[in-house]
């Protein structure tokens, strides 16, 4: 339906920044709502943030709040985690996803590593 591909991650120091890009191809990534998850090794995936179709509306995880944001750019057909203030615990494989409202996520790509060090 979209394929997305992320990239971006990396190794970065505690608090440090790095920003994650999605680029979708396929179909329009306007057409869908969009979301970041993460997933380290041994844990759930879990959801770190979500924006609407238009970016009017985004949500984070409690975790994330306030030193993350997720942006999309449909122009660009891109959407976007800029990570502020990175912690250890932040370690991660970055996961983007689409979904069509009022539906399941059930578009991902293959994700892009993000390490943080004390």
């Known amino acids: 339906q979209v394929q997305l591909v992320e990239s971006g991650g990396g190794v970065v120091q505690a608090g440090g920044s790095l920003r994650l890009s999605c680029a979708a191809s396929?179909?329009?990534?306007?057409?869908?709502?969009m979301g970041w998850f993460r997933q380290a090794p041994g844990k759930e995936r879990e959801s770190v943030a979500t924006?609407?179709?238009?970016?009017?509306?985004?949500h984070y995880a409690d975790s994330v709040k306030g030193r993350f944001t997720i942006s999309r750019d449909n122009a660009k057909n891109t959407v976007y985690l800029q990570m502020n203030s990175l912690k250890p615990e932040d370690t991660a494989r970055y996961i983007c996803?689409?979904?069509?409202?009022?539906?399941?996520?059930?578009?991902w790509g293959q994700g892009t590593q993000v390490t943080v060090s004390s």
């Open positions: 924006i609407s179709t238009t970016g009017s509306t985004t």
């Open positions: 996803a689409g979904r069509r409202e009022p539906g399941k996520y059930d578009n």
């Open positions: 396929g179909r329009t990534v306007s057409s869908y709502a």
